[in-house]
């Protein structure tokens, strides 16, 4: 049964929690997107070493989040309770699925595209950022509302390690045997996971308003 008084009581305190899962969430994904756009462009051009980049991000990215979160304080020198670790971690994971997003959406762009762009004028650098990239947009956006929601759910496990986030009411539940937080952290989690999808993809939109709408799914 759901004790909607004790979620009453603790409702600054779930806030709280529900900002540090916010924020764990969506920095990740912005470090990891930031650093995705420019490598995955290169690795674009660079078609010798890309199959063997791709797959060393696919091979971090098998490894359980726990352990990466145990294995960083070591390597960074933090302390394990530090959020540092699990920001470090998550971008690593937004990386690794965002490098070959951005991979796949550089390469959906047409050749008569870049043809044109030449014709045009268009520097490397200027056909990359105001053709290219644009043009990629619904297929990197595709990846990254994958990504996005996939770091709301893997900044739970962080609670094991001390981070406090959502995570921590399954923790909290589990050692009481008491329900309620635990379905409160679970419907937040969705809740947040639905709100952050459906930014992505508004955003999305926007950005590519000039496209025709079957294109923007």
């Not at 947040?192 to 992505?200: M, T």
């Amino acid at each position: 049964m759901i004790r909607f008084d004790w979620l009453a009581q603790q409702s600054p305190h779930i806030l709280t929690l529900f900002g540090w899962h916010l924020y764990l969430s969506v920095v990740p994904v912005l470090l990891g997107l930031l650093f995705a756009v420019p490598l995955g462009g290169l690795l674009h051009r660079c078609t010798v070493i890309k199959p063997l980049v791709l797959n060393l991000f696919g091979l971090l990215y098998t490894i359980p989040s726990l352990a990466l979160f145990v294995l960083l304080p070591g390597i960074l020198g933090t302390k394990i309770l530090d959020q540092i670790n699990v920001v470090v971690a998550l971008t690593l994971y937004a990386l690794s699925l965002l490098v070959r997003t951005v991979c796949d959406g550089l390469d959906a762009v047409s050749p008569d595209t870049r043809q044109a762009a030449v014709a045009l004028g268009y520097r490397p650098w200027q056909r990359f950022l105001q053709i290219e990239l644009p043009v990629a947009i619904p297929v990197i956006a595709a990846g990254l509302r994958v990504v996005v929601v996939a770091n709301v759910s893997i900044v739970s496990i962080a609670a094991l390690v001390g981070a406090p986030q959502l995570g921590s009411l399954f923790t909290q539940g589990f050692q009481l045997h008491f329900l309620t937080p635990i379905l409160a952290g679970i419907v937040l989690c969705i809740a947040l996971a639905l709100a952050l999808d459906g930014l992505v993809l508004a955003l999305a939109r926007r950005l590519t308003a000039w496209q025709p709408q079957r294109s923007r799914r």
